[in-house]
């Protein structure tokens, strides 16, 4: 269990959540995310088209990392890199599998 400890004193009963620093964090980890995905949608539309252009920018998007704020909603927490090469590997372990299944459904069907 992923547990996080802050070491921050707690915020003045009046001052609001959303702090100048927090909402600088948040839109320079938002203008991040989104030029990677725009890059890789660039890197995409010139090899591949628009399909290839549509497909790596929302895998990018998808495995980009959740704000902070946002992990709790849905009820996300940060990965290792140990648990981020295992969910890449899985995504291309599916690539495999149905690459052949699809190879041995060819064979049987000319069978």
């Known amino acids: 269990m992923y547990i996080e400890i802050f070491e921050e ?22 203008l991040v995310i989104a030029i990677m995905t725009m890059s890789a949608y660039y890197v995409g539309l010139n ?9 790596m920018a929302f895998a990018t998007l998808c495995l980009s990392r959740l704000v902070p704020a946002l992990r709790g ?21 599916n690539l495999v599998v149905i690459q052949t299944l699809k190879w041995v459904q060819t064979k049987i069907k000319r069978a």
């Open 9 to 30: 004193k707690p915020r003045a009963k009046k001052e609001s959540i959303l702090t100048k620093n927090f909402l600088i964090g948040i839109i320079v980890e938002g």
């Open 47 to 55: 090899n591949g088209g628009e399909a290839t252009a549509s497909t």
């Open 73 to 93: 909603v849905f009820k996300v927490v940060p990965l290792s890199i140990e648990l981020l090469f295992t969910i890449y590997g899985l995504a291309l372990a």
